[in-house]
């Protein structure tokens, strides 16, 4: 990704996330060299895959080359999946950073395994599903990737985002395009 995109993506979203989706997922678009990994499974057109069958809860189905290698990328791949941020970018940057201490990388990686390129039909901010998720009865606070519950991740996606939503949705089909 050239530089000038990343500074101009952060600018857009250092004040507020949710009025510059539709303009990120246009930034997104741009092809990059050597390794595009944000837009690899990216459909004719521009749009995000659709129509995928869901993987069962607890698949790791995502190969760790495909994961986002720094912190911008993982942004890149969370906004694209409609997943925002409520708490200033730069705080959330130091999270997502810093695995030794938050439990921010191991989710957002086990959000892009689940969600597997899809979005959510409306957005839902990172720092309340890693709030939902650490909330959950028995729930571990994980710091690798393979410490992410698949099965309370998704419930604790499905909770944020009723509440956020007032919808009552019991799978992840329901909120995902």
């Not at 246009?26 to 499974?41: I, M, S």
């Not at 309340?128 to 994980?142: K, L, M, N, T, W």
Request: with cysteine.
């Amino acid at each position: 990704m050239k530089i000038w995109q990343c500074a101009m993506f952060s600018t857009l979203f250092a004040w507020s996330p949710q009025p510059c989706l539709a303009e990120a997922w246009e930034l997104a678009q741009v092809d990059t060299a050597p390794v595009d990994t944000l837009h690899k499974n990216r459909t004719p057109g521009g749009s995000p895959p659709t129509g995928s069958a869901l993987p069962e809860a607890g698949a790791k189905t995502v190969d760790a080359a495909d994961m986002p290698r720094t912190v911008d990328e993982m942004l890149l791949r969370l906004l694209a999946m409609n997943i925002t941020y409520s708490v200033p970018e730069s705080q959330l940057r130091e999270w997502l950073a810093n695995a030794e201490y938050t439990p921010y990388p191991a989710v957002a990686a086990g959000l892009v395994s689940l969600l597997q390129g899809r979005r959510l039909k409306n957005p839902l901010d990172l720092d309340v599903i890693v709030y939902d998720y650490e909330s959950s009865p028995g729930a571990q606070s994980p710091r690798r990737n393979e410490d992410v519950d698949q099965a309370i991740l998704t419930a604790a996606v499905l909770k944020g985002y009723n509440a956020r939503h007032a919808t009552s949705a019991t799978a992840l089909s329901e909120i995902i395009e």
